[in-house]
């Protein structure tokens, strides 16, 4: 079946801009993460979505950084007014349920680049 | 808090021979254990879980890991390398008796290289 799909896979941007990026989960899975990845600096956590319930911000390094999720579905991420310290992968990740022992499917992911 | 060390930027090893790529882990409670794999320009695949039982996990691609909660280590090991086993290794943690959504801790990885 088809995974978590990420849009889009290269995005460059200039200082200051806006910019969105989007996720499709896997068809059932409840469950949403959002993290990124800078070279040499691991996995960090964005944001989590699971159903209804509202999400956990807790790891967004700013409020420049949003994210939403439509219909328990899609979600977007934005990104207002670009730094250069943004430049990273964005993983999106999806999981069928909250339960602690189920494995993320991540996306390829989007390699951010901020001029 | 939790947290994972993956002690090794980079793990050196010639094909045919066994591997082994270092994890450490430290939770207030119990754990549950993964390892994830990157290869160039993906996403991150999941390799294993130790959830309870025995203290030897089996994945994919060949590989296992062995849960020592006295070293709190969670090694992931493969008897004999190839080529295609190069990529990027995470090991991650989360914190059984936690519950928050930041609770699976990713470490910073371990490029594993196999020399032909």
Do not use: M
Request: aromatic share 10%; charged share 20%; glycine share 10%.
């Amino acid at each position: 079946g088809a995974g978590v799909s990420q849009s889009p896979s290269n995005k460059v941007t200039e200082k200051g801009k806006d910019v969105e990026l989007r996720c499709d989960p896997i068809s059932g899975h409840t469950a949403l993460y959002w993290y990124r990845q800078s070279l040499g600096q691991g996995l960090e956590f964005l944001i989590y979505f699971q159903g209804n319930s509202a999400p956990d911000k807790s790891g967004l390094p700013s409020d420049r950084f949003s994210a939403e999720r439509t219909g328990g579905s899609v979600s977007t991420l934005t990104i207002q007014r670009t730094q250069q310290e943004d430049s990273a992968v964005y993983l999106c990740a999806s999981s069928l349920d909250r339960q602690e022992n189920s494995p993320l499917h991540f996306g390829n992911g989007t390699r951010l680049t901020v001029t | 808090a939790q947290s994972v060390a993956q002690p090794e930027d980079q793990v050196n090893v010639a094909e045919g021979n066994p591997l082994t790529v270092k994890c450490t882990y430290s939770v207030s409670g119990n754990p549950y254990l993964f390892w994830y794999v990157q290869y160039p320009n993906r996403g991150l695949q999941f390799l294993l879980k130790y959830i309870t039982g025995d203290n030897l996990v089996k994945g994919s691609y060949g590989f296992e890991a062995e849960f020592n909660k006295s070293q709190t280590s969670f090694h992931l090991k493969k008897p004999s390398a190839l080529v295609s086993d190069s990529a990027l290794y995470f090991c991650a943690v989360r914190d059984k008796s936690g519950g928050g959504a930041d609770g699976l801790t990713f470490g910073k990885g371990t490029h594993l290289i196999i020399q032909p």
